[in-house]
Nanobody, 124 residues
Framework: QVQLVESGGGLVQAGGSLRLSCAASGRTYSRNFMGWFRQAPGKERDFLGSIAWSGAGGSPYYTDSVKGRFTISRDNAKNTVYLQMNSLRPEDTAVYYC???????????????WGQGTQVTVSS
């Protein structure tokens, strides 16, 4: 089992920044990638990017929708992955989730452990 606890969401004005954290515990050694997703009301859950737990996995991957604005990083000593979000827009408003997978994937069904989600609201 892997437990994921997210924090850092909130209300921010357009153009502002937030940093989300995802702290992992349990059998994290079995999960090689951490992904970030978001889901806006009435919409599907969208993949944003992912990072490998170890350096062997290469650089973080980002979708075009957030590339250049969002940065994924990790602190292995703390078993924590971060999502730094800059230049936020009202359309970034959503519930943000972290999740783990044994492999690189961009679809939610490949991820088997999920955080509880944290609300991010960007006001115009």
């Amino acid at each position: 089992q892997v437990q994921l606890v997210e924090s850092g969401g909130g209300l921010v004005q357009a153009g502002g920044s937030l940093r989300l954290s995802c702290a992992a515990s349990g059998r994290t050694y079995s999960r090689n990638f951490m992904g970030w997703f978001r889901q806006a009301p009435g919409k599907e859950r969208d993949f944003l990017g992912s990072i490998a737990w170890s350096g062997a996995g290469g650089s973080p991957y980002y979708t075009d929708s957030v590339k250049g604005r969002f940065t994924i990083s990790r602190d292995n000593a703390k078993n924590t992955v971060y999502l730094q979000m800059n230049s936020l827009r009202p359309e970034d408003t959503a519930v943000y989730y972290c999740a783990t997978s044994s492999r690189f994937a961009m679809t939610s069904r490949a991820y088997d452990y999920w955080g509880q989600g944290t609300q991010v609201t960007v006001s115009s």
